[in-house]
């Protein structure tokens, strides 16, 4: 595969991802709580094998924010992967900004959602996802460099 194919692929996977974002902000306010409600249904039984229980409406909000997160986590290596073949410079704050301001989009797009509406906390949550997923990269990155060292 050339290099060429290889960085449109990567920007490919970036659009996918960003495709499933916005089908799930389509969702209207209650199918996203039926969605959320099943795994909280879940987490609640699995914590309850340890006794843990903990008030279903701060876990709904803990699950909600944690996809969040996972989602521009994902965004963020995808864009940080697409921005290094694409060899453009800074790879990781161009990656940061482009979920911020998709981030910012999609909080818009929610506005026209049934049920739903536009957020900043869940643009600095998405934002924190991506966060995470740059540090990820430089762990792994010092990792790998001590490994070769």
Same mark, same amino acid.
């Given at each position: 595969?050339?290099?060429?194919?290889?960085? *449109?692929?990567?920007? &490919? !996977?970036? =659009?996918?991802?960003?495709?499933?974002?916005?089908? /799930?902000?389509? $969702?209207?306010?209650? %199918?996203?709580?039926?969605?959320?409600?099943?795994?909280?249904?879940?987490?609640?039984?699995?914590?309850?094998?340890?006794?843990?229980? *903990?008030?279903?409406? &701060? !876990?709904? =909000?803990?699950?909600?924010?944690?996809?969040?997160? /996972?989602?521009? $986590?994902?965004?963020? %290596?995808?864009?940080?992967?697409?921005?290094?073949?694409?060899?453009?410079?800074?790879?990781?704050?161009?990656?940061?900004?482009?979920?911020?301001?998709?981030?910012?989009?999609?909080?818009?797009?929610?506005?026209?959602?049934?049920?739903?509406?536009?957020?900043?906390?869940?643009?600095?949550?998405?934002?924190?996802?991506?966060?995470?997923?740059?540090?990820?990269?430089?762990?792994?990155?010092?990792?790998?460099?001590?490994?070769?060292?």
């Amino acid at each position: 595969m050339s290099q060429r194919q290889k960085i *449109i692929i990567s920007w &490919l !996977l970036c =659009l996918i991802w960003m495709a499933v974002i916005f089908l /799930f902000s389509s $969702f209207s306010g209650e %199918l996203s709580g039926k969605q959320s409600g099943f795994f909280v249904g879940i987490l609640q039984k699995f914590l309850s094998f340890f006794h843990v229980n *903990i008030n279903r409406e &701060l !876990l709904s =909000l803990l699950v909600r924010k944690a996809a969040h997160m /996972f989602e521009y $986590f994902v965004l963020c %290596l995808l864009f940080i992967n697409a921005t290094r073949r694409s060899r453009l410079p800074y790879p990781r704050l161009i990656s940061l900004m482009l979920c911020f301001l998709y981030a910012c989009t999609d909080e818009y797009h929610q506005s026209f959602t049934p049920d739903r509406g536009p957020a900043m906390m869940d643009v600095l949550v998405d934002t924190t996802g991506s966060l995470i997923a740059l540090c990820f990269t430089f762990f792994l990155k010092k990792n790998t460099d001590d490994i070769h060292s």
